[in-house]
């Protein structure tokens, strides 16, 4: 019985000196933060709400209609990828793998970069090949080892099946007369990760 007793007070001795060290690096890691004063925060400045060149029609009917074939499945082959399989919202806008899957199961020979902030930079792709991010949303639908979909038009005749697409096109491009188009579909995914800029400074 004293036996225990005396084990478990070295234990608690034990564990008394950890906790020590450990508050002491702890102070070290905060001495170690640099703080900045207003005036230098000033040099960051925040992010605009949304990236969009100040000619440009932004509606929510373009991004509530953009947001959907964002999550929109069966704009793909196999009917099971959509833009969120690889750059998933939810996980920093990418999918934390070497190189993303396509929709055969298939390794791309890239990385997929986040699509968050996307819309601010000068050019689109690892090599810039597409200049923006309406131009940049067709491309991977029809990438036989992405969504891998024969054509837009095979696009436009996937979503004129679903009826529910047509009065959202009609709403975010109002005027049209046969609004469901393939550009539209850029237009609009494209408008929808205008907004995907982070609130942060950084
Ligand atoms: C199979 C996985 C996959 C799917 C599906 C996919 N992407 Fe990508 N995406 C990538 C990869 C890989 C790259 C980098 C390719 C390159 O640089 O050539 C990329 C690049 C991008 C970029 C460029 C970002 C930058 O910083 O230059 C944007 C924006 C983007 N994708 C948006 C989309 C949208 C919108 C969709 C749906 C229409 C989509 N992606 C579907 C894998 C995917």
Redesign the pocket.
Known sequence: MRRTSHLFLLAALICALFLLVACDTQQEIAQATVELTADQLKIFGTLAEEAAPADYEMSDDLIDLGRM??FEPR??ASGN???N???GLNNYGM?GLR?????TGNP?G??????YN??L?V?????G??AN?EE??KG??LAS???GMPSGDEVVSVLKSISGYLPYFEAAFPGEDDPITYDNVGTA?GAF?RRLVTPGRF
Not at 110 to 115: C, G, K, Q
Not at 123 to 127: H, I, K, L, V
Request: charged share 15%.
């Open positions: 074939l964002y704009m793909s990828m959509s833009c399989t690889c750059h999918d190189f993303s899957l396509g929709h791309v890239r990385n997929s970069p986040s699509v996307a819309a930079h050019a689109q792709f690892w090599d090949r597409a991010v940049q949303a991977p639908i080892g992405e969504m995914i990760e």
